[in-house]
């Protein structure tokens, strides 16, 4: 009873000082989200795998939403094709071939950490103000994106 006693007066004497503090950080935090709301909106596209659904349904009036969104969408349907191709592979193979299976597994690995380099050089982007492209995709990303 008396750590019951002793807990209530540290909450007595702290809550004022905690609900400063919180209400301080929420004005903080609804202040950056106001201010910067294209860039969150823009990073957005790149969450990986379903980010893209919000930015790319909400905003149709926006060409950078949509350029940006488009783009979420095929560097995610293209990490998930690969991805499954790479699974049937190896599932494919016999279990004798375990070096071939193990290699194959490391590009299932290097797929997917490859994908979130790329989602994540675009967030940087986004944040710095920049472009980013890679050059021999994006012929093909601009041809895909027509059909979206």
């Known amino acids: 009873m008396e750590k019951l006693k ?5 909450i007595k004497k ?3 000082i ?27 596209a790149y969450v990986p795998y379903i980010g893209w659904l919000y930015p790319l349904y909400a ?3 926006d060409a950078e939403v949509q350029k940006h969104a488009k ?8 990490a998930v ?4 191709i790479i699974f049937l592979i190896i599932f494919m193979m016999p279990r004798p071939w375990r070096v071939l299976r193990f290699v194959f597994t490391l590009l299932l690995y290097m797929d997917y950490v490859l994908y979130y380099a790329i989602v994540t050089a675009h967030i940087y982007h986004i944040w710095n103000k920049k472009d980013f492209s890679i ?6 990303l601009e041809k895909l994106e027509q059909y979206i």
């Open 18 to 44: 905690l609900y400063a503090t919180t209400i301080k950080y929420y004005t903080q935090a609804k202040t950056f989200c106001i201010e910067h709301k294209r860039e969150i909106l823009l990073s957005v």
């Open 6 to 10: 002793n807990y209530w007066q540290h």
């Open 135 to 140: 050059p021999k995709i994006e012929f093909y």
């Open 14 to 16: 702290y809550s004022n």
């Open 81 to 84: 094709a690969i991805a499954l």
């Open 59 to 61: 905003f149709e009036h």
């Open 71 to 78: 783009r979420g969408l095929l560097y995610a349907i293209a």
